[in-house]
């Protein structure tokens, strides 16, 4: 990345992050949905979760920025640390756990009234990010540049978020979560409610993205986690048991020589 005099800061942090999980257990009253999961997101790769409905991949990944203890029954047992540091500590705010780590959703959650600009800005208030107004013009240039948006919308800020397409409203989410500077984003199904030509943009995206921020997407599409992820783990929860990772690396080793047949059997797309 090059680095210029500019007056913004970059609208992502620089230095990249690792996100570690240990042990991770999950619970929703007593209903145990993941046994002792442990796994590690490397700095500046794209992870994959792949593996079969119900096996607790979005749970997993709701738990990596502390989004699982908003349900009420919820609770967890384990460590998720960025960069050595764990996100459930105490005296850690919560809000910078959720900044820090950034989620795009299954279905694009622009605010539909708000503009496109503002959109983009939304989360700056949140989390107590004060900018002049030449900084949030930048701010939301640069993010929607690398949201893969700017070209496309750069002439209609002002317009409503909820009049662009549904693509073109999950870069938009992208770009909101880009703007308060995380280091790792979670994107749980990003691409499903999309056709194929923006899930083609949204994976470009995503392949620059990483070179800025750390990337976990859970998929459902084994053409998808091959096209963008480094790194792989296979989820599953056989006969009602808690999910556990079956097998994780490599996501070319993964795919081409897997050591469990279990994998074998669920990349080659013979069950779940
Ligand atoms: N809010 C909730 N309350 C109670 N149980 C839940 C809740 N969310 C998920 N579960 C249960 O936790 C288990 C894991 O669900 P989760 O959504 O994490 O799986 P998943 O692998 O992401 O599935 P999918 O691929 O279908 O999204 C399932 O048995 C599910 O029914």
């Known amino acids: 990345m090059t680095l210029t005099a500019d007056r913004t800061e970059p609208a992502v942090t620089p230095s990249l992050a690792e996100l570690d999980a240990h042990d991770i257990s999950a619970w929703f009253g007593d209903h145990k949905v993941l046994d002792r999961v442990s796994l590690t997101m490397p700095a500046g790769q794209v992870s994959a979760l792949i593996g079969p409905s119900g096996c607790g991949k979005s749970t997993f990944l709701r738990i990596l920025n502390r989004m699982h203890e908003l349900v009420p029954s919820a609770s967890l047992a384990g460590e998720v640390q960025l960069d050595g540091v764990d996100i459930y500590d105490p005296s850690r705010k919560l809000i910078d756990a959720r900044r820090q780590i950034g989620m795009v959703f299954q ?14 800005i939304a989360g700056l208030k949140l989390t107590g990010m004060r900018k ?44 909101r979560s880009l703007a308060v500077k995380p280091r790792v984003l979670l994107m749980d199904e990003p691409c499903s409610a999309l056709d194929p030509t923006s899930t083609r943009v949204i994976e470009e995206t995503m392949l620059e993205l990483v070179n800025d921020v750390t990337i976990v997407i859970v998929t459902h599409n084994m053409q998808q986690a091959q096209r963008v992820s480094q790194k792989c783990a296979f989820f599953l929860a056989s006969h009602g048991t808690p999910g556990v990772i079956v097998e994780h690396g490599d996501t070319e080793a993964m795919f081409g020589d897997p050591q469990d047949p279990r994998t074998f059997d669920y990349v080659n797309g013979r069950f779940g």
Not at 109 to 119: G, V
């Open 107 to 120: 279905k694009p959650n622009p605010f539909p009234a708000m503009s496109i600009y503002e959109n983009v």
């Open 132 to 175: 002049s107004r030449d900084e949030k013009d930048a701010l939301v240039e640069e993010c929607l540049t690398k949201g893969g948006l700017w070209k496309e919308v750069k002439d209609r800020l002002r317009a409503p978020g909820g009049g662009l397409s549904g693509g073109q409203q999950q870069r938009l989410c992208i770009a």
